[in-house]
């Protein structure tokens, strides 16, 4: 089966740095995402890792270890609107599809 | 910038009721995807559909639920009869390409069944 976990809530401050956790234990890994989720919004895309390393966007960047099924996002110079789920997804190779599988995500609260 | 759009945003259902959920997925986009997410729930897969028909579905994807392509640029999902359990937000979602490439999510149609 697919079991992905993450922290459930999180809080940091405004301008701090914060690392979300994700670890996985899936069969036919092909790639992790970080989706952003508002309240009662869609989730948004942030980032993709395929490979093991690090992958910087701006302020955001995500890291992957395929051997220790893990992923951390990190969000630097946080602002308040930063507050949001943040969902790990697994990319799951199918036999002719590429669905994605969520975890609970992780609700982070930035304070000022 | 394109955008995957869904109609409606919310639809309230008698149990029982059928319904159709409407996307119209982003236009060079070949591969589609619904989703779903119980209040407080984590996002779960329902079906993905590649050149008119479905690639792969999840336990979720009962008989109850099928999906269409009835045109050129719309992607149903229509459940038959609506149980309470159903409600739920919707979410449809495009790629462009079946790996290597983001899927882009819709805005969400809120289904609540009474």
């Known amino acids: 089966g697919q079991n992905i976990d993450q922290p459930t809530e999180m809080t940091a401050t405004e301008g701090a740095i914060v690392q979300i956790n994700c670890t996985y234990q899936t069969s036919g890994f092909n790639g992790l995402f970080w989706y952003q989720q508002h309240a009662g919004e869609a989730p948004t895309f942030l980032s993709y890792n395929v490979l093991d390393g690090l992958e910087e966007k701006g302020r955001f960047s995500s890291f992957l270890s395929r051997s220790k099924g893990y992923s951390y996002l990190l969000l630097k110079e946080l602002q308040m609107k930063d507050s949001a789920s943040y969902l790990c997804a697994v990319r799951i190779a199918g036999a002719g599809s590429y669905q994605l599988t969520f975890g609970k995500g992780t609700k982070l609260s930035v304070i000022p | 910038e394109p955008e995957v759009t869904q109609t409606p945003s919310h639809q309230v259902t008698q149990m029982g009721q059928e319904v159709i959920l409407r996307c119209v997925p982003i236009?060079?986009?070949?591969?589609f995807y619904w989703y779903r997410q119980i209040l407080g729930q984590k996002v779960e897969f329902l079906v993905s559909?590649?050149?008119?028909?479905?690639?792969?579905k999840s336990e979720i994807f009962d008989d109850q639920f099928s999906v269409e392509r009835p045109d050129g640029s719309n992607f149903t999902l229509k459940i038959r009869s609506t149980k309470l359990e159903d409600s739920a937000m919707y979410f449809c979602a495009s790629s462009e390409f079946e790996e290597g490439n983001e899927q882009f999510f819709g805005p969400g149609t809120r289904l609540t069944v009474l």
């Open positions: 236009s060079n986009h070949l591969y």
């Open positions: 559909f590649y050149n008119n028909e479905i690639s792969e």
